[in-house]
Every structure is written in C-alpha cells, then in structure tokens.
C-alpha cells in the first residue's frame, strides 16, 4: 500500500493551499484532483484581498501580478435612476484595495507549480476519490481510482476533505450537517461588455428578477437569478423568452443578447447553505464547501475556503511532522473557523430572506421603488462603504501565512 503523511481530497483552491503549506513544513502530502487539469468554466474566479495577502507572503505575488487579470475596486446597485455604490475597495486596509478576477485554472495553475518546487509535494491529476480506509473507527487512508481505471489505496495519517459541496470524503464521514434553504440557484453566462458599460461588480433586481454581473474586460459574467426547482421549466420556455426577459431587466443588454446562442452556453449552479455540526472524525477533517457550502452572495465562498486551509496547515503541521493528529487538534481547526462562517452564512440569509426571496416573488422592485434607505446611507456617508467592502474582499477573520510557508518576494516563480 502506498502511504503518505497527509491526503489532501480535490484540487481546488482550498486543497491547493492546504498541500502547498503542510508540504513547506516539511510535511509529506498528496493532493488528488479527479480531473485531467484544471480547466472547467463558469468556477469562482475571485482571488480576494486577503488572499492576495496571502500571495505575498508566500511569495507568488510578483508571479501572480503577472497572470492576465482584472480588478474588481467597488460594487454597485443598478437602479432605475443609475449605478448606486455599495462597497469601495479603495477603503480597505493594506497594500490590495480590490478583488482580482481570474481564470480560476490559472490560480491553480501557479500553486500546483509552487507546490511541485516542494520535496514533500505530489499532485495527482486524473485520480477520482473513491472511498476511505478505516480501521477500529479510525480513517487511516483513502481508496483511488485512475482515469484508466487503475485502482489503489493510500495510507494516511490525516485525510483532508477539499472536494466542494458535493463532497465524496463528507459523505463517507456521515458527519451531521445543518442545511438552511435558498429560495434560489443560478444560471451562468456571459455577454460582450463595451468600454462605456459600467466597470466593477454590478448589481440589479426587478420584480421576480435579479442578476449580478462582473467586469471581466471584454465580456460580463453574468448570474442571472432563478426560483430554485424552475430550471427546467425555464429552459422549456426556450433561448428567445429568455433574452427578451433578460433585456427587460437591463435593457443596455437588449442588443447583445445573441450571444447567448442557446441555452446550452447557460450552466446552471445548484445553490445550497449548509454546515457540518462537526468537521471531523478521528483521521479525516472537512474544510471550505466541504464542511459549510456558502451562498454565492458576495462571492466569499473561495475566500473562506482558502482561509481554512491556511488555518488548519497551521495548527497541524507540526503535529503531522510528529506523526500524530488527535480529534482534539481537528476540533480545533472548527473552531477557529466557526465564528467567520456562521457570521457570513447568517448574512447570506438575511439577505436571502429579506431581498431576493422577496424579489424572486415579485413582491419588490429594488431598482424601480427609489433609492432604498441602505443604499441612501451608504451615499450619503460613503465611508460605511468600506464595511461591506472588508466583509467581502477580507472577511471577519483573515488568516495569514505561518512562518514556515512564507518567502521573500519573486523568490517563487512559476515554471
């Protein structure tokens, strides 16, 4: 059987950060990611300011700067009377006043380079999890299957459950979860963005509508919000219905439209907001959509996934290299973390329950029934524009590289 300290369960941004600290440590530590790379569209491409904090202090900000991307500095609302901003970065503390926008594939990309500069270090591509090990009630490694159909085991002191809301790892756990509700999922898609559109993040609901769009350069991504359970009956109503209500709600977008060819270039994200009561069992700990799937509200999701990671390599690290974790230790990773997520999903539902549910019924106009009394504020007294600001691009508890990951500036590069 085949062994290793750690096995880190998903390839995305929280798996990626976790196998690149526990490996800087020293810590021997295997990431398996079920894919044959990582490119898959419409993933989160947010790369918060606390997570280019992060960056730097690992190092790779210089070979991230260098990664074709754009820059998100504030969030507006779209109203009948005009944008309305929300939160401006420029008010954040530190040296990254914005969120960057990237192709989530090229931010793995450059830590799955990083990590292979690490001796403890290994990246299996095309390697699906399929099941754990246990012994005496203890998970002691995982199960495999290649690509080719190649199947074995890995043996474990610790297994990292990094694989999204959809968890294989979670659901082996049976750990007990508390799952809240969305009134909504979203459809994904994108449209051609002209250089007088509005920059930044965009914001607009109508009676039974409502969508965010992002400034990524030359074209929009666009979430388009739908009651949940209707996605069927939505695409049954076919391309045409779905344009004329789509220039309705903005109608700048009226003439680009036909960019959405059909609906097959529209992807639809199942929403769901949930946590695990506990993320651990002796030898396995759950972290980011594993443990607490978020709303895309904010688009904080990523942020509080990579978080997690950073927080758990620093509390285990150490106790890998001596070869033991106890449950203790895995609790602890819990709750250091809980205080953020339960704040953030608590948000996420007020705002679910008091705005877009209330929008989605056709019970509101927020772009038509003037300015509302939050937004008011906000303009009146642009310095409260930094709260939401923080709680988005930083967050309520931002973690930061420990001392045995960080490096100096430009000393990590990519290959």
């Given at each position: 059987?085949?062994?290793?300290?750690?096995?880190?369960?998903?390839?995305?941004?929280?798996?990626?950060?976790?196998?690149?600290?526990?490996?800087?440590?020293?810590?021997?530590?295997?990431?398996?990611?079920?894919?044959?790379?990582?490119?898959?569209?419409?993933?989160?491409?947010?790369?918060?300011?606390?997570?280019?904090?992060?960056?730097?202090?690992?190092?790779?900000?210089?070979?991230?700067?260098?990664?074709?991307?754009?820059?998100?500095?504030?969030?507006?609302?779209?109203?009948?009377?005009?944008?309305?901003?929300?939160?401006?970065?420029?008010?954040?503390?530190?040296?990254?006043?914005?969120?960057?926008?990237?192709?989530?594939?090229?931010?793995?990309?450059?830590?799955?380079?990083?990590?292979?500069?690490?001796?403890?270090?290994?990246?299996?591509?095309?390697?699906?999890?399929?099941?754990?090990?246990?012994?005496?009630?203890?998970?002691?490694?995982?199960?495999?299957?290649?690509?080719?159909?190649?199947?074995?085991?890995?043996?474990?002191?610790?297994?990292?459950?990094?694989?999204?809301?959809?968890?294989?790892?979670?659901?082996?756990?049976?750990?007990?979860?508390?799952?809240?509700?969305?009134?909504?999922?979203?459809?994904?898609?994108?449209?051609?963005?002209?250089?007088?559109?509005?920059?930044?993040?965009?914001?607009?609901?109508?009676?039974?509508?409502?969508?965010?769009m992002l400034d990524r350069g030359d074209y929009f991504q666009i979430a388009f919000l739908i009651r949940k359970g209707?996605?069927?009956?939505?695409?049954?109503?076919?391309?045409?219905?779905?344009?004329?209500?789509?220039?309705?709600?903005?109608?700048?977008?009226?003439?680009?439209?036909?960019?959405?060819?059909?609906?097959?270039?529209?992807?639809?994200?199942?929403?769901?907001?949930?946590?695990?009561?506990?993320?651990?069992?002796?030898?396995?700990?759950?972290?980011?959509?594993?443990?607490?799937?978020?709303?895309?509200?904010?688009?904080?999701?990523?942020?509080?996934?990579?978080?997690?990671?950073?927080?758990?390599?620093?509390?285990?690290?150490?106790?890998?290299?001596?070869?033991?974790?106890?449950?203790?230790?895995?609790?602890?990773?819990?709750?250091?973390?809980?205080?953020?997520?339960?704040?953030?999903?608590?948000?996420?539902?007020?705002?679910?329950?008091?705005?877009?549910?209330?929008?989605?019924?056709?019970?509101?106009?927020?772009?038509?029934?003037?300015?509302?009394?939050?937004?008011?504020?906000?303009?009146?007294?642009?310095?409260?524009?930094?709260?939401?600001?923080?709680?988005?691009?930083?967050?309520?508890?931002?973690?930061?590289?420990?001392?045995f990951a960080r490096r100096p500036p430009g000393t990590v590069e990519r290959s």
């Amino acid at each position: 059987m085949e062994r290793s300290t750690c096995v880190v369960v998903g390839g995305g941004p929280a798996g990626m950060v976790m196998g690149l600290l526990l490996a800087r440590a020293g810590v021997e530590v295997t990431v398996l990611e079920k894919h044959k790379d990582f490119l898959r569209d419409f993933r989160g491409d947010t790369v918060h300011a606390s997570t280019l904090t992060l960056l730097d202090e690992l190092g790779l900000g210089p070979a991230f700067a260098r990664v074709p991307h754009q820059v998100l500095d504030r969030m507006q609302v779209l109203l009948d009377s005009g944008p309305a901003t929300v939160a401006d970065m420029s008010r954040l503390p530190g040296g990254h006043k914005h969120i960057a926008f990237v192709p989530q594939w090229d931010f793995l990309d450059l830590l799955a380079d990083a990590g292979r500069a690490e001796p403890a270090f290994s990246l299996r591509m095309n390697t699906g999890f399929t099941g754990l090990l246990t012994e005496g009630g203890r998970v002691t490694g995982v199960r495999y299957r290649t690509a080719d159909g190649v199947e074995g085991e890995i043996a474990a002191d610790l297994v990292v459950a990094a694989d999204g809301r959809g968890s294989l790892v979670r659901d082996g756990t049976r750990l007990p979860v508390r799952s809240f509700g969305t009134p909504m999922d979203v459809w994904w898609f994108r449209v051609p963005r002209k250089a007088d559109d509005p920059t930044g993040g965009l914001a607009r609901f109508g009676r039974s509508s409502g969508l965010v769009m992002l400034d990524r350069g030359d074209y929009f991504q666009i979430a388009f919000l739908i009651r949940k359970g209707t996605d069927g009956m939505l695409r049954e109503a076919g391309v045409q219905a779905f344009r004329e209500r789509m220039a309705a709600l903005v109608p700048m977008l009226s003439d680009r439209m036909d960019a959405v060819e059909s609906l097959d270039d529209v992807k639809l994200l199942d929403v769901k907001l949930d946590r695990l009561t506990r993320w651990h069992r002796d030898g396995v700990l759950c972290i980011g959509d594993a443990a607490h799937a978020m709303s895309p509200i904010g688009g904080v999701g990523i942020n509080l996934a990579v978080q997690d990671a950073v927080a758990a390599a620093t509390i285990l690290a150490e106790p890998l290299l001596r070869g033991r974790v106890s449950p203790g230790l895995l609790a602890k990773v819990r709750r250091r973390r809980w205080l953020p997520t339960a704040v953030t999903q608590g948000v996420q539902r007020i705002i679910q329950n008091a705005l877009l549910s209330r929008a989605l019924d056709g019970k509101v106009d927020v772009g038509a029934a003037g300015t509302p009394l939050p937004i008011r504020m906000l303009k009146r007294f642009p310095v409260l524009q930094g709260i939401p600001a923080y709680v988005v691009a930083i967050g309520l508890r931002p973690e930061h590289a420990p001392s045995f990951a960080r490096r100096p500036p430009g000393t990590v590069e990519r290959s």
